[in-house]
């Protein structure tokens, strides 16, 4: 079935450091989401990208939608301590949405 | 601003028990999930509706039902539980479309 390699699993950064996480599958994807999950909390869509190519931010946060359509990745920028959670990506390819495993960030002080 | 509201944030039930899960959402959505969240396996579809009394089987949905018999109410119904249904539970609704677009906080049910 269809799959998506979300990496790197987990981060551990400095805080005022960037952050890069990417998503990748064999699959073509049409839609391409970024969720971020806070502890103890559901997730909260933070970007959606529907083109191929798209580069779309969100305050300190950029994603893009790879030109193959297989990929994305997300870049956080002078992270700070509430950037700390799980960052979901998912893919949207017949109206069927797969997410992949997650990445956890951690800020060390 | 979207409430996605989940009945309980932690549920024990014991196996074989029929277990209910509610969600409701204070926007007037016509779509709305249910997803499980497992460690390593990320979020898993279990099902999906677009309208009162309609549905669709997400990935996993053996198992579970679910009933939608108002627009903002949504529920999960395990007709009996087994240890391997422990997880945390997760409600989201969109206006239309299938992107979860606002979840719940979860439900996180364990089964002894």
């Known amino acids: 079935g269809q799959q998506l390699n979300q990496s790197p699993q987990s981060m551990f950064i400095q805080e005022g450091e960037d952050v890069s996480m990417n998503c990748t599958s064999s699959?073509?994807?049409?839609?391409w989401l970024w969720y971020k999950q806070d502890p103890g909390e559901g997730p909260v869509l933070l970007i959606a990208?529907?083109?191929?190519?798209e580069l779309t931010s969100n305050g300190r946060l950029t994603a893009q939608f790879g030109i193959t359509r297989k990929d994305s990745f997300l870049n956080i920028s002078a992270s700070i301590p509430s950037d700390v959670g799980i960052y979901f990506c998912?893919?949207?390819?017949?109206?069927?949405?797969?997410f992949g495993k997650g990445t956890r960030l951690h800020i060390l002080p | 601003d979207v409430k996605v509201t989940q009945s309980s944030r932690y549920l024990v039930k014991r196996t074989g028990e029929k277990v209910f899960l509610e969600c409701v959402q204070d926007?007037?959505?016509?779509?709305m999930f249910w997803y499980r969240q497992d460690p390593g396996l990320g979020l898993r579809l279990i099902y999906f509706s677009y309208d009162v009394k309609m549905k669709e089987k997400g990935d996993i949905p053996e198992g579970y039902s679910v009933s939608r018999e108002k627009k903002e109410r949504f529920s999960l119904i395990l007709e009996s539980a087994s240890t391997n249904q422990t997880s945390m539970y997760l409600c989201a609704s969109r206006r239309t479309g299938v992107v979860p677009q606002h979840f719940g906080d979860g439900t996180r049910l364990s089964i002894l």
């Open positions: 926007m007037d959505h016509e779509n």
């Open positions: 998912a893919g949207n390819r017949d109206d069927k949405i797969i």
């Open positions: 990208l529907y083109k191929a190519g």
């Open positions: 699959s073509i994807f049409n839609t």
